[in-house]
């Protein structure tokens, strides 16, 4: 039964493993964002008071 020898087939696994390993880490970080973010302020602003019209 040719299909249990791991010969060829083990090599293979090996080499596609190896080979999505170092291409799709590259390409993910492709799309990753570089900026850094933007420090949000910290201090809340008093809101304005809503005036009601028929009051």
Not at 11 to 36: D, Y
């Amino acid at each position: 039964m040719p299909q249990l020898n791991p010969g060829p087939w083990f090599a293979i696994l090996i080499f596609s493993w190896l080979i999505l390993l170092t291409i799709f880490p590259q390409k993910v970080t492709k799309h990753l964002s570089m900026n850094e973010p933007a420090t949000q302020n910290t201090e809340k602003s008093k809101p304005t008071p809503w005036t009601w019209p028929w009051a």
